[in-house]
């Protein structure tokens, strides 16, 4: 990504969430947006202090990388 402010990382389609919570333990973040499903199947929603409208281009530029990983 040509945006020095986004830190890519590896994807992984076989860690677990407590290897993915590990891998980010050390990066100063400023911003969190966790989602995910509970042993239930209901989607779980946590973020640090983001607006909705915060969390909406957070969740944008994670788009983007995935749609575009060679910008």
């Known amino acids: 990504m040509n945006n ?3 830190i890519s990382m590896p994807a ?3 860690f677990t969430p407590e ?3 590990e891998s980010a333990k050390g990066i100063v973040l400023t911003d969190v947006l966790i ?3 509970d ?3 209901a989607l779980f929603v946590r973020s640090s202090r983001l607006t909705r409208a915060e969390a909406l ?3 944008e530029k994670g ?3 995935v749609m ?3 910008d």
Request: charged fraction near 20%.
């Open 57 to 59: 281009f957070l969740l």
């Open 68 to 70: 575009y990983p060679e």
């Open 39 to 41: 042993e239930e199947g």
């Open 12 to 14: 992984s389609t076989s």
């Open 19 to 21: 290897q993915a919570f």
């Open 4 to 6: 020095q402010n986004v």
């Open 63 to 65: 788009r983007d990388y």
């Open 35 to 37: 989602i995910g499903y």
